[in-house]
C-alpha cells in the first residue's frame, strides 16, 4: 500500500467533505458551502480547489496503477 504524503490526505479530506455536501444537497437540498459562506466569489474558489483535489487525487490513482504494472 503507498504512503500517502501530506498533500493527498489534505486532498482526501477536502473531496470527503465535498461529498458529504454533494449528498446533503441530493437528500436535503441542503448546500453548505453557499449557506456558510454566502454566494459570491469565494463560493466558486471552494468549488474550483474541490475540483483541483479531485483530479489530483485521480491522476495519483491513474499514475500508482500504471507503477505497479
Same mark, same amino acid.
Given at each position: 500500500?503507498?504512503?500517502?504524503? =501530506?498533500?493527498?490526505? *489534505?486532498?482526501?479530506?477536502?473531496?470527503?467533505?465535498?461529498?458529504?455536501?454533494?449528498?446533503?444537497?441530493? *437528500? =436535503?437540498? *441542503?448546500?453548505? &458551502?453557499?449557506?456558510?459562506?454566502? &454566494?459570491?466569489?469565494? &463560493?466558486?474558489?471552494? =468549488?474550483?480547489?474541490?475540483?483541483?483535489?479531485?483530479?489530483?487525487?485521480?491522476?495519483?490513482? *491513474?499514475?500508482?496503477?500504471?507503477?505497479?504494472?
Amino acid at each position: 500500500m503507498k504512503k500517502i504524503g =501530506f498533500l493527498g490526505w *489534505i486532498c482526501q479530506l477536502i473531496v470527503i467533505v465535498a461529498a458529504i455536501d454533494w449528498g446533503l444537497i441530493g *437528500i =436535503f437540498k *441542503i448546500d453548505l &458551502v453557499t449557506k456558510l459562506l454566502g &454566494v459570491g466569489d469565494i &463560493v466558486r474558489i471552494v =468549488f474550483i480547489v474541490v475540483g483541483v483535489a479531485g483530479a489530483y487525487l485521480l491522476l495519483d490513482l *491513474i499514475f500508482a496503477k500504471t507503477k505497479k504494472a
